[in-house]
């Protein structure tokens, strides 16, 4: 504040103004105000009614509404977080549900072929070296079921497992894996007498079979192709969030019926770390790992055993062959374990005659150095293998279907060649049973159809017999006796195929032949069997014994005609038989004949002179024939002219 004071001179004209602070500042004036000046209109208004609203009287409704709107976008964003964890434990869940298979669910093969046969996975690869289901039988280490009509291995684990997050996650991610060169994990089985995993089954068993047993020829494309198999599996298993397989061998290198190598056991990383390795399986193991003990396995290490396998692919033998060396493998293991600049390692030298690519050796070679770091790793394999193979197609099948082309030019001439055998020796089979049984009897026969016996209402029978068959046969040994009569009734062949007679059968030293059947021929029986008659003795004149030139044979002929029945008698070696009275008359002329006479009955006489005419008879007499039945018979002259 100022103060101002004015004063007068002493003239009364001029005035002098001065300007006095009575304060310092503002704030001592409104001292009593707390230093602060008052407004010049009350914030109220003077009448108390302009005073401003408060922060909440003014935005109290807008603060309720945004905490409710917040509150509930909280409450919608915890339950949807909720639901998306429930829905994703729930599909895990399910997930999970796919590989965790129930025991009950397994069917043993052996029941599975009872309910059904239709499920059988007999076959017969069409080959010898593909297995089926049934024949496989349960092991200490494997059991074999079927899961939802699939065949399936089991794989059986001394210890039970936890299953925790972590050995969850990893199963879950094993059984998501899908390669051609895997075989398919199927799932776990924790509620059955062992703990189990389970495989598919590859109907050709394992490598280390297929080499073993040797039931394969390997030319050099097959080895190449199933090194080529391993490597693409064990590049993808190490590319994959598995890593390592640590168990790699030809026992867990399986091969399906299309011939493709899968790589099983992968993974099961906490399984494998609570199991031991068995000697034998230490042949494919590291020597590194061997000396740690590890049982994960690493990637350089399961290139060391990829390498190993290759050289049983080589070889055709088993690891280092321990069987054919008669090798300790307690000492073998020592010596990888020992290692050094001169490690042991298998011999490559193939003894199957096929070539080995010396890129390959190399590359065998490389696999299983002693430093791990001095190993390739799996896409070199690959670059190199592609490389050994220049490009060209690595497909079995394509190989197979190119041999196959080679030999289908080949194939033509030899089915042809193999034909014309088939139908020669088909022909020489036929004549056999055609000189055995009637041609129609033998046809109904090899269709396999039942001969009924049949009636033939006239025929003719031929009967012949050598006169002193019994002494003859006493001046002889019986390889002689053998070669007589085979000489004689060599001869009578050769004479029976010149007329239409059928050879019965004969009996020492009795023939029996017969005309008019099998096939009807009219009334022409009887002069068939007369000419074959005739021919027969003309031809016994001048047959000569070759242990007895001076001796003669002489026979004795019969020969009735009358009704037969013929028929096929036994299964074992079937006989056609002839059965009737004529059979008995005819036999009855020839006993009653005499040497070198054709001795004929009055119904064979009657069709000679009468029905057919020509020829010369004489009359013999009466013969008894049967007990108090005596017949007129007749001789045959050979003297006569042939009726045509």
């Keep these: ?83 998306v964890i429930r829905t994703r434990r729930r599909e895990e869940a399910l997930r999970d549900r796919v590989w965790q298979i129930a025991f009950q669910t397994l069917t043993k093969p052996s029941q599975k ?41 089991a794989r059986k684990h001394q210890l039970r497992h936890f299953l925790g997050r972590k050995e969850t996650i990893e199963m879950r991610t094993l059984h998501s894996l899908t390669h051609d060169n895997l075989n398919k994990f199927l799932g776990i089985c924790s509620d059955g007498p062992q703990f189990m995993t389970l495989w598919r089954f590859c109907s050709r068993g394992s490598l280390r079979d297929v080499i073993e047993t040797g039931r394969l020829q390997m030319d050099w494309f097959f080895k190449f192709s199933i090194m080529r198999d391993i490597s693409e599996g064990l590049h993808y298993l190490h590319h994959s969030p598995l890593g390592a397989h640590g168990w790699l061998s030809s026992g867990c290198c399986l091969v399906d019926d299309r011939w493709q190598l899968k790589i099983s056991y992968h993974g099961c990383h906490f399984i494998k770390e609570t199991e031991m390795k068995s000697t034998n399986n230490l042949l494919w193991t590291a020597p590194e790992l061997i000396r740690s003990g590890d049982t994960c396995g690493t990637l350089p290490g399961d290139v060391y055993s990829f390498a190993i396998i290759c050289s049983e692919i080589v070889t055709r033998k088993s690891a280092w062959a321990v069987e054919e060396n008669h090798v300790d493998p307690e000492e073998l293991i020592y010596k990888l374990k020992r290692g050094g600049s001169k490690s042991v390692r298998p011999d490559l030298d193939a003894d199957d005659g096929n070539e080995v690519n010396s890129s390959m050796l190399l590359l065998i070679k490389d696999c299983w150095a002693e430093e791990p770091e001095q190993r390739p790793n799996t896409e070199q394999i690959k670059a190199l293998l592609k490389s050994i193979n220049q490009g060209r197609s690595a497909n079995l099948m ?41 041609k129609q009897v033998a046809e109904r026969l090899k269709m396999g159809q039942a001969v009924e016996p049949e009636n033939f209402e006239c025929v003719t029978i031929f009967f012949s017999d050598v006169v002193s068959f019994t002494t003859l046969a006493g001046r002889s040994t019986p390889i002689q006796v ?40 009219g009334n022409e029986h009887a002069r068939e069997v007369a000419k074959m008659s005739i021919s027969l003795l003309a031809a016994i004149r001048v047959f000569k014994i070759p242990h007895l030139p001076k001796e003669k044979i002489q026979i004795r002929i019969g020969m009735h005609t009358g009704p037969s029945v013929a028929g096929v008698v036994g299964i074992t070696m079937p006989r056609y038989c002839l059965f009737g009275d004529s059979v008995n008359t005819a036999a009855r002329m020839e006993s009653n004949g005499k040497p070198m006479r054709i001795h004929i009955s009055s119904e064979t006489n009657h069709f000679l002179t009468v ?18 039945q005596t017949v007129e018979t007749y001789w045959l002259l050979e003297d006569y002219e042939f009726a045509e």
């Excluded at 504040?1 to 001065?18: L, P």
């Excluded at 408060?54 to 919608?76: E, G």
């Excluded at 593909?130 to 494997?142: A, C, G, N, P």
């Excluded at 004969?506 to 023939?511: A, L, M, N, Q, S």
Aim: net charge negative; glycine share 6%.
């Design 398 to 438: 394509d190989h197979v279907f190119n041999v196959l082309e080679q030999y289908a030019g080949n194939l033509e001439e030899e089915v042809e060649s193999r034909m014309k055998e088939l139908v020669e020796e088909k022909k020489k089979s036929d004549i056999l049973l055609y000189r055995m049984l009637p």
């Design 611 to 628: 029905v057919i005419g020509g020829y010369k008879t004489e009359l013999r007499g009466e013969v008894i024939i049967k007990v108090k």
């Design 113 to 153: 072929s009872r309910a059904s046969s239709k499920f059988s996975l007999s076959s017969s690869v069409t080959t010898s070296t593909r297995m089926t289901l049934d024949s496989k039988k349960e092991t200490e280490r494997h059991a074999y079921f079927f899961l939802n009509n699939e065949a399936v291995t």
């Design 482 to 521: 053998v070669n007589l009569l085979n000489d004689l009734y060599s001869t009578f062949d050769a004479i029976i195929d010149e007329h239409d007679v059928y050879k019965v059968e004969t009996i020492g030293d009795g023939y029996l032949c017969v005309s008019g059947l099998p096939h009807r021929n």
């Design 1 to 83: 504040m100022v103060r101002f004071d004015v004063k007068m001179s002493t003239d009364g004209r001029t005035r002098t103004v001065e300007a006095t602070n009575l304060y310092s500042s503002e704030s001592q004036l409104w001292i009593s105000r707390g230093g602060v000046r008052p407004l010049n209109q009350p914030r109220c208004g003077f009448l108390g009614d302009q005073c401003p609203l408060s922060f909440m009287d003014q935005y109290l409704v807008i603060v309720i509404v945004a905490v409710v709107v917040f509150l509930l976008v909280i409450c919608v964003l915890i339950g949807a977080l909720l639901f």
